[in-house]
Structure formats: structure tokens, C-alpha cells
């Protein structure tokens, strides 16, 4: 579905991504990690267009991403960002509604029947149809992010773009959202990429996963490739223990305190 070739990217003439190579492949849940400052953002931003990449190719469906349209683009990606735009006190529907813009003419002004049956049944699939005239500003960061999400399916894409879906949530809608974006893999068939900062996030709902460290791809593959012992402490320069989620059979990383490791209180 997406192929990105000897990209090159980053800011002002600074480079933050250097000689990336990767294969997205239809219908897998790919997971980005690394640590701060390692270029999970910025190859987003440079897969949906945001940012010009300075050397290398991004080719989607078998296109390069230079010759598609923002619109036509628009139609086959959705992206959601980490910082979501307040929209002033619109309500839940109407942000929504606004994923339908690139089906719209330029004359069009209102929805037709049919943007309004998608708008519906996106909101009933992310169970925010209860919050459609709720204000936006009203919402909590949960609910937000559904509505976000919501706006993002009625674009009816090909590909879902998350940058750290889960950021600033609590553990229960942290799960809502990944069980919402798993259930959307499976029963859309939709391609999803992710930046995750919670490994064991990463490692219980992606399928694969690409470590970026100093904005080269340190590693890519399915997660008991990726989430190693060693792999870890060499990127994240931290101690830690590797074992098996009981019920997934997943790597599960358990953080080691140095307070505790050299054997006083914790």
C-alpha cells in the first residue's frame, strides 16, 4: 500500500529523518516508536504531505505522493494529529461532518443524504453519536479523541494516520481508542499507522513495528523481533526486563527502577 524509499526529511535544512526504508502493507496496524526527538512525528508529517521531504520517495497505491492531489489524498488517508485543532465551540457532529469536505464540489454547501448517513453511522461505530451536539470544548480528551476519529472514518480512507492516539489518557479510554482502532482494522480493512510511546501498547496492537532512533530506523518487524531486552536498553538507554503477556503471549516490558536496582527504598 505504501512505499517509502531513501527518504530524507526534517526542518529548515535540518535533517530529522535520515535514509528511511519501509514497506506498509494493506490491511496490518504498524506501530512507530523511539524516543523523543526521534522523527515519529516528522514521518508522518512527511507521509501525509505536511512536510516536503528533501530526498527519496513516498509512494502510495502505486503513485508517488508528489503527483496526488491534497484532495484526492484527503479521499484514500486520514490523519488524525496529537493536537487537534479546538474548533472554537462547534459541536461534535459538525466536526465530524467536516471529513466529508473532499467529496464536496466547490459550490456544495450543505451535506447530502448520504454524507449524513456516514457522518451517522461513523459516530455510532465510535460510540459518539450520544455527544453529536455536544461543544466540542465540553467534550473530555476521551471524547474528543473519538470525535477526532470519527471525523476521520467518514473520509472513508484507504489508510489511518494516528499520532500518539492515546496521549494524555487515562488507562481505560487508552484501550478504548486501540480496541476502537483494532475493531476498524479488522471490520473496515482499513491500514493503520500509529505513534505509540507506550511499548506495551505498541507491542499488545500492531501487527509490526518500526523503532526510529535519532532519526534512522533502527529496527522494523513483528513485535518479539523489535521489543528485545537488548534492543531496548541500547535505544532507550534505560534498564528493563522482557517477558510474555500470560493471555497474548506478547512482549510485556517491565521498567526497572535504578532507585530500587542499587537497593535502596524505593
Do not use: W
Amino acid at each position: 500500500m505504501l512505499e517509502v524509499k531513501n527518504l530524507v526529511c526534517g526542518y529548515n535544512n535540518k535533517f530529522v529523518l535520515k535514509d528511511i526504508n519501509f514497506e506498509l502493507k494493506n490491511k496490518e496496524i504498524l506501530g512507530i516508536i523511539g524516543p523523543n526527538g526521534s522523527g515519529k512525528t516528522t514521518l508522518l508529517r512527511a507521509i501525509s504531505k505536511i512536510i516536503k521531504p528533501q530526498t527519496g520517495q513516498i509512494i502510495f497505491e502505486g503513485k508517488s505522493l508528489k503527483k496526488t492531489g491534497l484532495n484526492e489524498l484527503a479521499k484514500k488517508m486520514a490523519v488524525v494529529t496529537q493536537f487537534s485543532e479546538s474548533y472554537f465551540n462547534m459541536t461534535a457532529e459538525e466536526i465530524v461532518q467536516l471529513g466529508r469536505t473532499p467529496y464536496h464540489s466547490k459550490l456544495q454547501f450543505l451535506e447530502t443524504k448520504q454524507d449524513e448517513e456516514i457522518v451517522e453511522q461513523a459516530m455510532l461505530l465510535t460510540e459518539t453519536f450520544n455527544l453529536r451536539n455536544r461543544p466540542i470544548l465540553e467534550l473530555s480528551g476521551g471524547e474528543r479523541q473519538l470525535v477526532f476519529i470519527a471525523r476521520a472514518i467518514v473520509q472513508q480512507p484507504k489508510l489511518l494516520v494516528l499520532d500518539e492516539p492515546t496521549a494524555h489518557l487515562d488507562i481505560a479510554h487508552q484501550i478504548r481508542i486501540l480496541d476502537l482502532t483494532k475493531k476498524l482494522n479488522t471490520n473496515l480493512g482499513l491500514t493503520v499507522m500509529m505513534v505509540l510511546h507506550d511499548l506495551n501498547l505498541a507491542s499488545e496492537y500492531c501487527d509490526r513495528i518500526m523503532l526510529l532512533n535519532n532519526g534512522n530506523m533502527h529496527k522494523i518487524g513483528i513485535p518479539s523481533d523489535v521489543l528485545t531486552y537488548q534492543i531496548i536498553e541500547e535505544v532507550y538507554k534505560t534498564v528493563v526486563v522482557v517477558e510474555k503477556n500470560p493471555i497474548s503471549k506478547k512482549p510485556y516490558i517491565i521498567l526497572v527502577s535504578n532507585v530500587g536496582r542499587i537497593g535502596n527504598p524505593v
